[in-house]
T-cell receptor
């Protein structure tokens, strides 16, 4: 049982380059999320989606875009990477009833040089 | 807006001893859910324990238990018989009910278990 799968697991980008992080879940969850984790900051919500074709901004959305064209996939894009976007990115999903917590992917460590 | 505070950035405990990790939160909601997540060096986020605010009884999962004080808005995690595998970062998290609610995390605490 795969759960939530993130690709890639590691990536190094040069400033100004673009990339897309892919998140795929096989649990038929309605809701999906992208968080970033930075030392001393905990996990902060970037964007989220409450269903196929929907997206919404979270706490720290600037510099990122997302798309949810298929229910099982949630893509996070960086159009022009900046060193401030060096972070560990986590995707998560849950069914509409969120009271059982989220299921997380294993994270993507992104370094922007 | 809800906030979650973990004021201790680091803690250390001897193997086989008991340790308590603190968490406080702020909300105007009466019903909500609280979680502790564990993040070992592998980076995977693992759900440790969950508490429903309307339940008086403190949640327990094997060696992990919580002390939930609703009036004080406190939600501490107790780890009994600490094991080396408990070495990890621990995050406290909060979510109110509702279709568009999102999980809010504290900043985390790094726990080291000494052999």
């Amino acid at each position: 049982n795969a759960g939530v799968t993130q690709t890639p697991k590691f990536r190094v980008l040069k400033t100004g380059q673009s990339m897309t992080l892919l998140c795929a879940q096989d649990m038929n969850h309605e809701y999906m999320y992208w968080y970033r984790q930075d030392p001393g900051m905990g996990l902060r919500l970037i964007h989220y989606s409450v269903g196929e074709g929907t997206t919404a901004k979270g706490e720290v959305p600037d510099g990122y875009n997302v798309s949810r064209l298929k229910k099982q996939n949630f893509l996070l894009g960086l159009e022009s990477a900046a060193p401030s976007q060096t972070s560990v990115y986590f995707c998560a999903s849950n069914r509409a009833e969120a009271n059982y917590g989220y299921t997380f992917g294993s994270g993507t460590r992104l370094t922007v040089v | 807006a809800q906030t979650v505070t973990q004021s201790q950035p680091e803690m250390s405990v001897q193997e086989a001893e008991t340790v308590t990790l603190s968490c406080t939160y702020d909300t105007s909601e009466n019903n909500y859910y609280l979680f502790w997540y564990k993040q070992p060096p592998s980076r995977q986020m693992i759900l440790v324990i969950r508490q429903e605010a309307y339940k008086q009884q403190n949640a327990t999962e094997n060696r992990f238990s919580v002390n939930f004080q609703k009036a004080a808005k406190s939600f501490s995690l107790k780890i009994s018989d600490s094991q080396l595998g408990d070495t990890a970062m621990y995050f406290c998290a909060f979510i109110p009910p509702g279709a568009n609610s999102k999980l809010t995390f504290g900043k985390g605490i790094t726990l080291s278990v000494r052999p």
